[in-house]
């Protein structure tokens, strides 16, 4: 069950393969001892147990397969492992940035700006390219967060939420969601706009 929990979840290393095949050496040690120690097994017929045997390959060899069909395969899981992490990203800086605003009535200029080293805060990048996360600036109170997804999110999927094709910025055509959409994303390069609510996120008041 480990093997393939790991297996599909993209997780395998030669550590963890080690692992399992010492496990798997001291069950299959067990299961032998007491397979041998059964003395009814002898009785029954070649043929019977032929059946027993390709039955349960089968069964196994099926739900190995069903697990493949369901789950995805663990390129795949990986590639929507990655895109959790820039959705995780983005919202650790869209909460900074807000954080910034309320300190400075305004927004930064760059990214960068966020990098605070005494709180040891620095704008993550992407986990898969190692690229920074494209921030820009669109009125006062309006900044747009943009990341390049693998794959649609299952919200995406499930909820079908619509988007508007944008393509006049200098970085390539993407899809650009609106804050009613939350985190729900398609796949390919993927803009979020927000807007700060002054009202519901007041400037902090600077000690006099």
């Known amino acids: 069950m480990a093997l393939i929990y790991n297996f599909l979840g993209g997780d395998i290393t030669a550590r963890f393969v080690l692992k399992i095949a ?3 050496f001291i069950a299959a040690s067990v299961f032998f001892y007491y397979f041998w120690e059964l003395k009814s097994w002898a009785k029954i017929s070649e043929t019977a147990k032929k059946v027993f ?14 697990g493949f069909f369901i789950v995805g395969s663990p390129q795949s899981e990986r590639l929507r492992r990655f895109d959790d992490q820039r959705v995780s990203d983005l919202q650790i800086i869209q909460g900074q940035i807000i954080y910034y605003w309320q300190n400075k009535e305004k927004l930064p ?5 966020l990098k605070d080293p005494i709180s040891g805060f620095n704008p993550g990048k992407d986990p898969q390219t190692g690229t920074d996360y494209i921030y820009e600036i669109k009125g006062d109170l309006e900044f747009a967060l943009c990341a390049n997804f693998n794959l649609p999110s299952k919200e995406y999927l499930e909820g079908a939420k619509p988007y508007i094709e944008f393509s006049s910025r200098p970085y390539p055509p993407q899809h650009i969601l609106s ?9 390919g390069l ?14 902090i008041q600077k000690a006099k």
């Open 179 to 187: 804050s009613d959409s939350n985190w729900s994303h398609v796949a």
């Open 53 to 66: 045997i390709y039955a349960i390959i089968a069964i196994v060899a099926v739900a190995v397969a069903a």
């Open 22 to 24: 010492a496990v798997f």
């Open 109 to 113: 200029a760059m990214i960068n700006d």
């Open 190 to 203: 993927v803009c979020f706009e927000r807007t700060i609510d002054p009202e519901l996120y007041r400037p």
